[in-house]
């Protein structure tokens, strides 16, 4: 069975690929999940790009769903868009989560064999990690 594809967007293309780097790490010990970042605008600094969103969407696409996790404001509002004109593969949902836990959790659940419900009660569920 074909992995959930991860897709990271962020306003910065460092910060997608850390955090990218990161969830890869900490799912490692097996397959990993396909896991892309799509950080910045199209010009290489602060921004959202669809172009970049899409190509990334595209590269973790298996055929089993791809989850889309955002940072802010504009990245949410152009995946929307996205998913609201059918440009991204079928089966993507973006997931309502914490950008870095979310990301982590969603990795591994997808890495583990998880399908795309199960990924994305995964990142949800990363609301929940308290820290005290």
């Not at 802010?72 to 995946?79: E, H, I, R, Y």
Request: charged residues 15%; negative net charge; proline residues 5%.
């Amino acid at each position: 069975m074909n992995p959930v594809g991860i897709v990271l967007v962020s306003h910065s293309a460092q910060v997608a690929e850390s955090v990218a780097e990161l969830a890869r790490g900490l799912a490692a010990g097996g397959a990993v999940a396909p896991v892309a970042a799509a950080g910045g605008g199209p010009d290489g600094g602060l921004g959202t790009s669809a172009e970049l969103i899409l190509a990334a969407a595209a590269s973790v696409d298996r055929g089993a769903g791809v989850a889309l996790l955002v940072d802010l404001g504009s990245a949410v509002l152009t995946v929307k868009a996205l998913l609201e004109d059918g440009d991204l593969p079928p089966d993507s949902r973006l997931l309502d989560a914490p950008f870095l836990e979310g990301a982590v959790a969603a990795v591994v659940a997808a890495s583990a064999g998880a399908p795309l419900e199960g990924v994305s009660t995964a990142a949800t569920e990363a609301y929940d990690y308290r820290k005290s």
